[in-house]
């Protein structure tokens, strides 16, 4: 446990250094303890034995998309180890996301997003769901297409994503959703939308044979050990909802939002939709919304500093709420224990 305490100090401190010297050290310092982090572990993470035996069996088969799939084999062609490999994966992963929330990101608010993707998305992305992480921070990279309604080119960065995880392809969801539905963005239209879509998802968790054989989602959809509730994912679903309606309150008290912010709250509505219409299927709903809900670590900053006039209390607000669901995702789930004893390829770290 004193592994996720020190990080997340360590990460914090980085952030406010670069909120009060207006730089993006501090969010390229972060993004290489993580990527170390996650680079270095042994037998750690959800799906780690998955990956590690796919590797040295040397498969070229259709268990995973081509663009892994071409990954694993320039790897092989190289003499890459397995743990070579997935040092330079989550180098990828951690540096395209720091890349993005250094051009994208006001510089000192950079860092505190990236303090919230650590507590919120690290450990069960990057430490285990790697591929999906992958793919979630390469569709970050289509939301300026999003936003100026430019088909031609999200399809391509979303065809990329789609080629190391195909739930990549709901991003196209959320362009419909972002460019053809909800442009109005009006308190009632969202809250309607939110409310139709938990009652039809209340009605589907009823029918579990019918939404497998639409979904295609096998195991997802019928086994109880994916379906089960648990406190947190019914804990983020609903934090996920008040967040849509934090964002859609500030906006009608303080007039219009940033352009590309009202396309970040569409992606994120787009997923919390989803989850809501698959509530009953929890493991399901969660691997669909998660890759558009990476936006949260943008929008979450934004609000704060948005609603505070106050600097400094909107840098502690930031890093509470950082702290709030690092323990609702990790701690109140009892989910560090998948991570405890932390193995790396020199030694356990308690």
């Known amino acids: 446990m004193s592994l996720f305490i020190i990080l997340f100090i ?23 303890v993580l990527a170390v982090v996650a680079g270095i572990r042994y037998n750690v ?22 663009g892994f799939i071409l990954l694993n084999k320039i790897a092989h062609f190289l003499h890459f180890s397995f743990f070579d490999f997935q040092f330079l994966f989550a180098c990828l992963t951690i540096g395209l996301l720091a890349v993005f929330l250094y051009k994208n990101i006001p510089a000192g608010i950079s860092g505190l997003g990236m303090l ?26 289509s939301l300026k297409y999003i936003k100026a309604r430019k088909p031609i080119p999200f399809l391509i960065v979303i065809l990329l994503a789609g080629s190391i995880h195909k739930g990549a392809y709901v991003f196209i969801f959320a362009y419909i959703f972002a460019n053809y539905i909800n442009r109005s963005l009006s308190v009632m239209w969202v809250s309607s939308l939110l409310v139709v879509s938990l009652i039809v998802g209340t009605v ?58 009202n396309t970040l709250i569409n992606v994120y509505m787009t997923g919390t939709m989803i989850a809501l219409v698959f509530i009953g299927y929890k493991t399901f709903g969660y691997r669909l919304d ?44 009892k989910a560090y224990l998948n991570f405890i004893p932390f193995r790396t390829v020199f030694s356990p770290i308690k």
């Not at 780690?48 to 035996?53: P, T």
């Not at 609000?303 to 509470?320: D, E, G, H, P, Y």
Request: hydrophobic share 45%.
């Open 45 to 66: 993470g959800y799906d780690y034995q998955s990956y590690y035996w796919y590797y040295q069996s040397g498969q070229n088969g259709e268990r995973f998309q081509w």
């Open 204 to 261: 589907l968790q009823h029918v579990p044979g019918l939404v497998e054989k639409i979904t295609g989602g096998g195991v997802y959809i019928t086994s109880s050990f994916y379906t089960q509730d648990s406190t947190a994912s019914v804990s983020t679903l609903v934090m996920q909802v008040l967040v849509i309606l934090a964002f859609m309150l500030m906006r009608k008290w303080q007039g219009q939002t940033d352009p590309f912010m």
């Open 116 to 141: 919230y993707y650590f507590s919120r998305f690290f450990w069960t992305r990057d430490l285990g769901q790697i591929r999906s992480s992958l793919a979630s921070v390469i569709c970050l990279y």
């Open 10 to 32: 360590l990460i914090a401190l980085f952030a406010v250094m670069d909120y009060y010297s207006q730089h993006n050290i501090g969010l390229f310092l972060s993004a290489i």
């Open 290 to 333: 998660t890759i558009l809900n990476t936006t949260e670590i943008m929008i979450i900053p934004y609000v704060i500093q948005r609603v505070s006039k106050n600097r400094i209390m909107a840098l502690v607000l930031t890093i509470l709420a950082s702290a709030m669901v690092l323990y609702l995702i990790m701690f109140m789930s």
